[in-house]
């Protein structure tokens, strides 16, 4: 069965880092859609960053161009988000996502995606 698993958050103040990661296990992360979506308090859940593992350039919300960064190591079959100078702002649970290999694109939509990993928290204070 497929399964994705995240890790990495916790508490930082503002202007610090957190790297998360998601294991996947059952299927490779490659040739894929692979996101992070992140859902705040009373918020809809919206997507940070998305990637089409079998190449081509990413995809980040205005809120976090030029401060997180989405990558894949196919070998360990694991996404990762870096997050730098994070902000009040970016508290949240994050959740790693899969589509479909059948889609050879992305997509910002929670309804594209099948697979959910049950999420890590991220809290970042002044």
């Known amino acids: 069965q497929v399964q994705l698993v995240e890790s990495g958050g916790g508490s930082v103040q503002a202007g610090g880092s957190l790297r998360l990661s998601c294991r996947a296990s059952?299927?490779?992360?490659?040739?894929?859609?692979m996101a992070w979506f992140r859902q705040a308090p009373g918020k809809e859940r919206e997507a940070v960053a998305t990637?089409?593992?079998?190449?081509?350039?990413?995809y980040y919300a205005d809120s976090v161009k030029g401060r997180f960064t989405i990558s894949q190591d196919n070998t360990i079959y694991t996404l990762y988000l870096q997050m730098n100078s994070l902000k009040p702002d970016d508290t949240g649970m994050y959740y790693c996502?899969?589509?479909?290999?059948?889609?050879?694109?992305?997509?910002?939509?929670?309804?594209?995606?099948?697979?959910w990993g049950q999420g890590t928290q991220v809290t970042v204070s002044l």
């Open positions: 990637l089409y593992t079998g190449g081509g350039s990413a």
């Open positions: 059952g299927y490779t992360v490659s040739r894929r859609c």
């Open positions: 996502a899969a589509r479909h290999p059948f889609y050879r694109s992305c997509e910002t939509d929670t309804t594209a995606f099948g697979a």
